[in-house]
């Protein structure tokens, strides 16, 4: 079975999850509800190397929440004023920028293995 195949079946246990390398460790982001915390809508679990989505935000604010918890994974000592001011910027920002590209969001072409 190729290396695809083998992820794709432990895909169907559980919530859904990706994992990306980071600093040399590989982290798993997972969409469900944070433990212990069920009503923020992200949370980055350092001890478990874990970025939890609120289900709720893959289909609301998904772009901030992204860019808030991996502010959060990359940056650990920054406060959370300041992790909030990085998340807003980014949504304002690629706002703008999709207005100018028809609305649409375009992404690189990035690996999680690196
Ligand atoms: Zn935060």
Not at 47 to 55: A, E, F, K, W
Not at 75 to 80: F, N, R, S, T
């Given at each position: 079975?190729?290396?695809?195949?083998?992820t794709?079946?432990?895909?169907r246990?559980?919530?859904?999850?990706m994992r990306f390398?980071?600093d040399g460790?590989?982290?798993?982001?997972?969409?469900?509800r944070?433990?212990?915390?069920?009503l923020?809508?992200?949370?980055?679990?350092y001890?478990?190397?874990?970025?939890?989505?609120?289900?709720k935000?893959?289909s609301?604010?998904l772009?901030g929440?992204v860019a808030?918890e991996?502010a959060?994974?990359t940056?650990?000592?920054?406060?959370?004023t300041?992790?909030?001011?990085?998340?807003?910027?980014?949504?304002?920002?690629?706002?703008?920028?999709?207005?100018?590209?028809e609305?649409?969001?375009?992404?690189g072409?990035?690996?999680a293995?690196k």
């Open positions: 079975m190729n290396k695809a195949a083998s794709q079946r432990k895909r246990k559980g919530p859904p999850s390398k980071f460790d590989w982290w798993t982001v997972k969409v469900q944070p433990p212990s915390k069920e923020c809508e992200g949370m980055a679990h001890r478990r190397r874990t970025v939890y989505l609120h289900p935000a893959v609301g604010n772009l929440i808030h991996l959060h994974v940056m650990p000592c920054v406060d959370e300041n992790i909030r001011d990085h998340e807003r910027l980014v949504s304002v920002v690629v706002r703008w920028a999709a207005s100018l590209n609305g649409k969001v375009t992404i072409q990035h690996r293995d």
